[in-house]
Structure formats: structure tokens, C-alpha cells
């Protein structure tokens, strides 16, 4: 079965770190560009992040950039969110996507929750 | 950034309605958009892309249409499968962005 399963959520104090895992099954992993996508609760969707495949090159939210980062691990068909110094603001439910060329979110896993709070 | 903006907020329709969702580019986006389907407590799925292009799976009654900044999604005859939130995406520049959905009841 084609899929995409997140962990890793959880609840975390302002200024913590989480890293996200999300594990794929039932494709060609490395042939696909990976994406994080984020949606607070009662929001719409919000972009984060986006890796390609082949060469890796990464693109982030400016909400994100320097604090989170994205990585591919081929051999294991999981894409990682590190993310560093969390905000009350980066409350929701983290989504891993894959890309149909280009960046279009063709499949979606369930999501993980991450909770900012003290 | 392209903010996209959607249109009307809510739509309330009878089954076997017509229904015709509104999204607006803050610039031109070509037709790099797609639409995704929300359901309560589930993740996106995309209906279309390019504009008008139907994802593998998807209804005949679910269209797309427009280009540069006025795009459609059109629900030709609506299913009581076919409540939930519907988002429009844009793929031209990043960041990419998603718009702030119209939800579909029905009446």
C-alpha cells in the first residue's frame, strides 16, 4: 500500500526541538520530491518545507527558516523535520506530502500533532 | 508572497446543486493551481492540478478552470460526500500558498 506515516509529534516547552520522522512505503521514495506542510487548529494549510530528490536542494517558510530543517534519508524512505527553538505559533498538525512535479501535494500522511506550550 | 484568496467562506447547497468555488491570485500563477478536498479530522487530497487537470481517482462531477489570477473549482452536481473545506494552491514562486478555503454544507 502507497503511504506516508508521521511521528515524532508531541509536547514541547517554547524554545525546545522536535524532529519529525515521516516513513514511506509502497513507492519509489528517492524518485520524489518530499514536502512538510503544517495546519494549526481551525486554519488552512501552511507550506514549511521541500526537499527535492537526486541533489537534496531545500526551500523553507521564512516562519521557519533557521530554525527547522529538512532531510532525506533514501536508504530508509524517511524524510526528517528538525525543528529547533519552537514557538507557541508552530502549534499543529505536522503533515508529510509527496510531490508530483513539481510541487503539487499528490499524497499525504495522517499528520502528527506538535504542541508549543508551557 | 502570492496570497490566494477564496470565495465565498461558506457555500450552502441541496444535493444535486451546482457548486462553484472562487479562487484569486494576488498576481498571475499561469495555471500552476491546484485544489484539495479536506474532510474532518483527515488529511488534503488533491482533486486537481494545472488548473484543470483531475488527480487519478477523482469524480467527472469535480472540474477546474481559469488561468493568470481567477480560477474555478466546480462541483457539478453535489454529493453529500462532497462536505468538507476546500483549499486552492499555488506552485509558481515560493513560498508556496495555500488559500484560506470555502467550506460546502449542505443545506
Known amino acids: 500500500e502507497v503511504q506516508l506515516l508521521e511521528s515524532g509529534g508531541g509536547l514541547v516547552q517554547p524554545g525546545g526541538c522536535l524532529r519529525l520522522?515521516?516513513?514511506?512505503?509502497?513507492?519509489?521514495?528517492?524518485?520524489?520530491?518530499m514536502n512538510w506542510v503544517r495546519q494549526a487548529p481551525g486554519k488552512g494549510p501552511e507550506w514549511v518545507s521541500s526537499?527535492?530528490?537526486?541533489?537534496?536542494?531545500?526551500y523553507y517558510a521564512d516562519s521557519v527558516k533557521g530554525r527547522f530543517t529538512v532531510s532525506r534519508d533514501d536508504s530508509k524512505n524517511t524524510l526528517y523535520l528538525q525543528m529547533n527553538s519552537l514557538r507557541a505559533e508552530d502549534t499543529a498538525v505536522y503533515y508529510c506530502?509527496?510531490?508530483?512535479?513539481?510541487?503539487?501535494?499528490?499524497?499525504w500522511g495522517r499528520g502528527t500533532l506538535v504542541t508549543v506550550s508551557s | 508572497e502570492i496570497v490566494m484568496t477564496q470565495s465565498p467562506g461558506t457555500l450552502s447547497l441541496s444535493p444535486g446543486e451546482r457548486a462553484t468555488l472562487s479562487c484569486r491570485a494576488s498576481?498571475?500563477?499561469?495555471?500552476?493551481l491546484a485544489w484539495y478536498q479536506q474532510k474532518p479530522a483527515q488529511a488534503p487530497r488533491l482533486l486537481i492540478s494545472?488548473?484543470?487537470k483531475r488527480a487519478a481517482g477523482i469524480p467527472a462531477r469535480f472540474s477546474g478552470g481559469g488561468s493568470g489570477t481567477d480560477f474555478t473549482l466546480t462541483i457539478s452536481s453535489l454529493e453529500p460526500e462532497d462536505i468538507a473545506v476546500y483549499y486552492c494552491?499555488?506552485?509558481?514562486?515560493?513560498?508556496?500558498?495555500f488559500g484560506g478555503g470555502t467550506r460546502v454544507e449542505i443545506k
Open positions: 506530502a509527496r510531490s508530483i512535479p513539481y510541487w503539487y501535494f499528490d499524497l
Open positions: 520522522s515521516c516513513a514511506a512505503s509502497g513507492f519509489t521514495f528517492g524518485d520524489y520530491a
Open positions: 526537499v527535492t530528490n537526486g541533489r537534496s536542494s531545500a
Open positions: 498576481q498571475s500563477v499561469s495555471t500552476y
Open positions: 494545472d488548473a484543470s
Open positions: 494552491q499555488q506552485r509558481l514562486n515560493w513560498p508556496l500558498t
